[in-house]
């Protein structure tokens, strides 16, 4: 391209100083249009270098672009890595009561819990009400609590069965997602590994990443939830104790007399006659 502009401006310049054939005697120079040319001729010298700059340019973007477009065909097999899954629970069912305990487990759910624990764990009988009325009030109140405790524990147990059974539930199609996530990751395709596709796998991986850290919240949760039954159960234990032990306090001195008043009743009452009187 520069020889064949140098070649035109040659031409040019020699078109001028070529004298015409007839008419004209002697060979005119014209300067001033000699320095148009030449500067025309720079500019459009300079117009080429910027062409043939920009033309390297945009060669070198293609080139990197290209290069970063590419995922190394190794990558799968070096870093892939295989790693475990939830499964299905199974058990026996000898007696028909563990199947809705299996069922609550593997598929989660509010009414499959409550009617795992229904049909799998013993359950408290109502306390008769003219039974409950005739007892002290502390006698009263510990056989309430007895009660809100086995209630408690119901509504945590159930709330833990309907947790896990959902996560497990749930599993298979998790374990499907991060199966693409990785296919995707290690592909091959440049379509795959574009700027915007790379995004996109980095946005899908900290949203399953956030799923995931809820779903272990919640055990975390349930886990805690039965650690306060127990706590409460322990508690209740402590707590009779003492109600127990300032019970007996307070009443040890009537207990006594009442004990030691009898007795000397009866032994008044025996006769030491020998005819019996």
Known sequence: MKKLCTAILLAFLGSMLVPPAAHAQFAVFDASNFAEAVQEFSQLEQMYTTAVETRDQIVSAYNLAWQMSQMPPDMAVRYASQFSSWTDLAAPNAYGNTAAWIDALNLGGQTQALAAYMNSVLQAQPYPASALAMQDANTQAVIQNQYATSELAQGTTTSTLSTLGTIRSNSQALTQKLANLDADTYSTDPTQQSEMAVLGKINTATLLQIHSQ??????????VQQQLVAQKQQIDAQNRAINEAIYFQQNFPN???????????SLHAISLSPNGH
């Open 214 to 223: 809820q779903d272990t919240n919640q055990i975390l949760a349930a886990s």
């Open 255 to 265: 207990t006594m007399q009442q004990i030691t008043g009898g007795v000397s009743d």
